[in-house]
Each structure stands twice: as structure tokens, then as C-alpha cells.
């Protein structure tokens, strides 16, 4: 079982007061956000394995939100509180049981420590260690460990599937996402892994945030980028998570608020098209004989628009564009769609450049999630990082990975690394064009005194008076 990482509490208590079947309080939610200040300001060890900084988007922050904001309503009344995926292997078989993956990537637990009492006392939140991390996970399992009995016959019934049948200790989405496509035997497709270590590969889960999943056989120390966290992803091995808090929500926050949206979504339909179809066919229209890509030479994108998870970490950046124009038709539109998907390609050549200097060493990407269906964002990503880009076989490979999961938790296979060789699978690889290399180095050079500037207009603006 996996989704995304959202806190629930048990029983259901509203967040905030009102309708107890709001009981969660989603990842992207900031509400937290002079929480996390404060928690970064311990400077705690904890730290040094969420990349130096905690995010917003974890769960102490919205813990310590709870206890602060709702004390007697929620905080003193909780019997539990779960990430997603925990919550649903919960009520699909009844065992409490925590996955490791969850718990080390957003609630600061160790595969080889367990929790951190100096941790939570420091940030306020002793009550979990008085009650012995009974609301928030005594046993901890790997992701793709049976649960218990498998599905009660209570849940089979809302399913529609048998009572019994195995279910695993859970992953989140972004890293089910991961194993579903890391291990891919890639024999045969011209690729530079083809001949290098698993470690060479970064998974990158794109659908409304992206997540840039990189492993390694020692821990590494990325500023800025989520942990190392061991065994969180690919069992036995080191984890660091980049990400973008909003890739696919951005794109369409932008499209749906320009003032042609009418005018495309009409036109797409009556051609029996998705919006991004006709989008790109449309800026297929106006290139005339340049590479697309090379449209936006005087249109830029900032696309921090929710904060920058990563490689900044600073959840304050807001978005930017610059070289807007006085007209608000469908070729503007078509325009600020393409440079904010190069934005979104242009912030992940970021974070994987931070992840090379710390001692990543890349050579292919595998993307999957919806917006890996958008083939201007994969060509994207490909001539922007100058890296291959391999696409599964099952665009949704968070569900491949899941069926991993599943499939280690029934026998048939003996090991997640086995299982992941023989489910992932290559669907197309898609090759950087080398022709097109100087453009994209001139606009990433634009992009990075994007964030420079508008920390000096910052600068200023905090300047007194
Ligand atoms: N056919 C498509 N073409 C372009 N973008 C798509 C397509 N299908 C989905 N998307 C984009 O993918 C994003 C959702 O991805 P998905 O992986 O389903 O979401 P989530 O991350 O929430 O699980 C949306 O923002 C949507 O715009
Ligand atoms: O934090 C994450 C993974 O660690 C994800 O960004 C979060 O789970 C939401 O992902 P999605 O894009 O599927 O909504």
C-alpha cells in the first residue's frame, strides 16, 4: 500500500476543528512553517540525514503545529498519528506496524537507531518519548515485509478482493515510484548504465511535485537534498531525495490561469486532444525552422512558485518570469507553458548538479508519473541535463513498484532487489540533441541569477527604513 506522504491521526480529529473527516494535513501543506524554523534552528544531529535542513513538508513541523494550535481538540486526543501508506496498510489488514521508508524520510527515524530521544525532547515534543513512541511507531518493518495476516475480511469486502491475500509493509508514492524503475534491465539500449553500477541511475518521479531519487552504497551528505537515508528506497543501500514541490501542479497553474485558457481548451477538444497536446503541437506551429526549445530565448521561469525544496531548501522563494509581453493570446500561453516546463528541467540540471558535486556520480535518467506522458517534458529533460532519458514500460511505475512490494510480501520472489530486475521494465529511451547543448547552458546560466536576484530584491526590501 502507498500514497502520498500525508499525516492522519486515530481516531479521526479534525484538522482544523470542524469535520472530523479532515483528519490530514497534506505534503504540501506550509501551515507549519515557523514550526520548522524553529526546529532548524536546534541545529540537532537529526538534521545532518534531511540535507541540513528540515522541510516544511515533513511531519515534526506539523506535529509541533498540532500540539501548539490544537491542543485539546486534536493533540491531547490522538491515539496515533501515520503517514499515508502506513495508515492504509493499517486499516487493510489491522497491523500497526510502520515501514521503515516512511519513517526515516519524514518523521527522522534511523534504520540503526530508532528514534532520537534528544530529538524530540528538544523540539518540544517529549510527549512521544514519555509514551514511548507508542502514537508514532514501536515496530518497524522493511517495506515489502508481509503485514500480519494480510487483508482482514472486513477490508477484502471493501475491495472486492480475497480475504488473506499478503500485503507489504508500505513505501511512499515518489519511492515506489523509484523501484519500479531503477532496476530495469537496460541491455541493448545504447545507454552509458548499461556497463556502470545501479548508483549510476536517478529516479525521477514526476506528477504534481517531482522527486529525484539517487542511491549509493555509502552514505553522502547533499546540502540542501533530502537524507542519506538507508534502506528507505532499494534495500541496503543509501537514498538522497532531491525535489520540486510543484511541477505538475505548477504547469497547470500557469496554463489555467492565462487569459487563452478558454481558447485552448476549446480548441484541444474539438480536436479530441489533451490540452498538452495541443500545446505542443501548437508551439510545433510557430518554431518555423528553430529547435522548439529554443522559443524562450527572452522569456525565463523561476519555478519556485511553493517554495524551493530542493537544492535550496528555502520554502520563502516565491516564482519569477521575466520577459512577459503585452498580448494574452494562445502563442503567449503556448510560450509560458513551454519555459515553465524548461524551468522544471532547468531546477532538476540544478539538483543534480548538487548531488555530483557531493559525490553522486549520474549518467541516465529514468522518469516516470504523469508528466513523464508529455513528451516536450521529457525531450526537455534530456537536452536541459544533457542526459538520456529512459521511460518504463508501465508509465505508472509507482504501481510497478508497489506490485514489488506485493510480490515479495506473497514468496514469489526472495528479495526486493529480484524482484525490482524482473518487473521494471524499458519502455523507450529518449537521447539529449548535443546541437542544442549552448542554448541550455546560456538559459541555466539565466535561471541561476533568477534566485540570485530575487534574494538581493529581498535584501533590500528587509533593509531598514
Ligand atoms: N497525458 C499527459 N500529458 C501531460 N501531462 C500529464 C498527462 N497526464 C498527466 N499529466 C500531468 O501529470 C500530473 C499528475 O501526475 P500523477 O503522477 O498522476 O500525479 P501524482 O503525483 O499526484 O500522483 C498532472 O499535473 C498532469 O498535468
Ligand atoms: O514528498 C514526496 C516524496 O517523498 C512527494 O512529493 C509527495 O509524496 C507527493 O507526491 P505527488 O507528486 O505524488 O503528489
Redesign the pocket.
Known amino acids: 500500500m502507498l500514497k502520498h506522504t500525508v499525516l492522519n491521526s486515530i481516531p479521526p480529529l479534525p484538522f482544523p476543528q470542524g469535520d472530523s473527516n479532515r483528519n490530514i494535513i497534506m505534503w504540501m501543506d506550509h501551515r507549519a512553517a515557523s514550526q520548522v524554523e524553529r526546529i532548524n534552528r536546534t541545529r540537532h544531529q537529526v538534521l545532518k540525514f534531511v540535507g541540513g535542513v528540515m522541510s516544511v513538508e515533513m511531519q515534526p513541523p506539523k506535529l509541533l503545529w498540532l500540539k501548539e494550535n490544537l491542543r485539546e481538540s486534536c493533540w491531547d486526543k490522538a491515539g496515533h498519528f501515520f503517514d499515508l501508506p502506513d495508515f492504509l496498510s493499517w486499516k487493510a489488514t489491522g497491523i500497526m506496524a510502520r515501514s521503515l521508508c516512511p519513517l526515516v524520510c519524514k518523521w527522522t527515524y534511523s534504520a540503526d537507531g530508532g528514534w532520537d530521544e534528544s530529538f524530540w525532547k528538544k523540539i518540544n515534543l517529549e510527549d512521544f518519548v514519555a509514551d514511548n513512541y507508542c502514537k508514532i511507531g514501536t515496530q518497524v518493518l522493511s517495506p515489502g515485509d508481509p503485514l500480519g495476516k494480510g487483508l482482514t475480511p472486513e477490508a477484502a469486502k471493501e475491495l472486492g478482493l480475497p480475504a488473506g491475500i499478503a500485503v507489504a509493509a508500505s513505501l511512499i508514492?515518489a519511492h515506489a515510484g523509484g523501484l519500479g524503475v531503477i532496476g530495469a534491465d537496460v541491455k541493448g539500449y545504447n545507454l552509458p548504465c548499461e556497463n556502470q553500477p545501479i548508483t549510476s541511475r536517478l529516479a525521477v518521479i514526476c506528477?504534481?511535485?517531482s522527486c529525484h531519487m539517487g542511491i549509493s552504497p555509502d552514505p553522502i551528505f547533499v546540502p540542501g537534498i533530502w537524507g542519506p537515508y538507508f534502506s528507505a528506497m532499494v534495500p541496503g543501500l543509501w537514498l538522497n531525495e532531491g525535489g520540486q514541490s510543484v511541477t505538475?501542479?505548477l504547469?497547470?497553474h500557469v496554463v489555467q490561469g492565462h487569459a487563452a485558457y478558454p481558447e485552448l481548451q476549446a480548441k484541444a477538444s474539438a480536436r479530441f486532444q489533451?490540452i498538452?497536446t495541443y500545446l505542443n503541437s501548437h508551439l510545433d506551429s510557430i518554431k518555423k525552422s528553430l529547435p522548439v526549445g529554443f522559443l524562450t530565448v527572452d522569456l525565463h521561469v523561476w519555478p519556485d512558485f511553493h517554495g524551493n525544496r530542493s537544492p535550496l531548501a528555502d520554502l520563502t522563494l516565491k516564482g519569477m518570469v521575466t520577459g512577459l509581453r503585452l498580448s494574452h493570446n494562445l502563442d503567449d500561453l503556448a510560450l509560458l507553458y513551454l519555459a515553465t516546463v524548461q524551468a522544471i528541467a532547468l531546477g532538476t540540471r540544478h539538483i543534480l548538479e548538487t548531488m555530483e558535486e557531493a559525490g553522486h556520480s549520474i549518467s541516465t535518467l529514468f522518469l516516470c508519473?504523469?508528466?513523464s506522458?508529455?513528451p516536450l517534458f521529457v525531450q526537455m529533460h534530456a537536452d536541459i541535463t544533457g542526459l538520456p532519458v529512459v521511460l518504463s514500460q508501465e508509465v505508472e511505475s509507482v504501481l510497478v513498484g508497489a506490485a514489488i512490494l506485493g510480490a515479495c510480501a506473497s514468496g514469489d520472489f526472495t528479495s526486493v532487489r529480484e524482484a525490482m530486475a524482473r518487473m521494471g521494465k524499458v519502455g523507450k529511451v529518449v537521447f539529449p540533441k548535443p546541437e542544442e547543448k549552448r542554448f541550455y547552458d546560456k538559459k541555466y546560466k539565466v535561471f541561476l541569477k533568477l534566485v540570485e536576484h530575487q534574494k538581493e530584491y529581498a535584501a533590500i526590501m528587509n533593509e531598514d527604513i
Open positions: 508514492d506528477g504534481t511535485s505538475g501542479k504547469i497547470e489533451s498538452y508519473g504523469g508528466l506522458k508529455n
